[in-house]
């Protein structure tokens, strides 16, 4: 086997397509894209974030919802993470996205983005975001028998190697049961 290397960069695949929605202090709805995310704990996300709208929102209000990104909704994703909720105030309007006020926290569902994390803050630190899960949503209708079901739901991943956006594939095996084979 021979490797090709493209040195000390955060290539890594998949990654999911994070959307965080947040209020500002008059309850506006803001929305960005973000990458570099992942759950740490049973509880817990953690996304990598500059200084952003986002940001500023959330120190405010102390909580955020992670939506994960569709197929459907591809144009409107990429859109929020391209223009800056500091320079345009309507990115939602802009996306044609509307908003529900979580019931758990003090930010906005995206309706149209079917998954979502609630979360408040726990810390914002070195641009590193650490949130507490207080609830997982997800619209009836990407749900079959109390499971979210991939192929209504159709999520996107980010493919950092090439700058592209990935649907999901079909189901290959199922985890905590295959690898008994090996035992």
């Not at 049973?42 to 959330?58: A, M, P, R, V």
């Not at 408040?120 to 990407?142: H, M």
Request: net charge negative; proline share 4%.
């Amino acid at each position: 086997m021979s490797r090709v290397n493209f040195g000390a960069k955060p290539l890594m695949y998949p990654q999911p397509v994070l959307i965080i929605a947040t209020y500002d202090e008059n309850g506006v709805a803001n929305a960005m894209n973000a990458a570099w995310g992942i759950t740490t704990d049973y509880q817990e996300i953690t996304i990598s974030l500059g200084s952003h709208k986002t940001t500023d929102n959330f120190a405010k209000t102390g909580a955020f919802t992670v939506s994960l990104a569709t197929e459907d909704e591809v144009v409107a994703s990429d859109y929020v993470g391209i223009e800056s909720g500091r320079k345009v105030s309507d990115k939602f309007e802009r996306t044609g996205w509307h908003a529900t006020k979580s019931e758990f926290v003090n930010a906005p569902l995206i309706d149209e983005l079917p998954v979502a994390l609630e979360c408040k803050v726990k810390s914002f630190n070195d641009c590193i975001l650490t949130g507490e899960i207080v609830n997982v949503s997800a619209d009836e209708s990407v749900v079959t028998d109390g499971k979210v079901d991939l192929a209504k739901f159709k999520p996107i991943t980010f493919d950092p190697f090439n700058s592209a956006y990935i649907g999901l594939g079909k189901r290959v095996g199922t985890a905590f049961k295959d690898g008994m084979k090996l035992k």
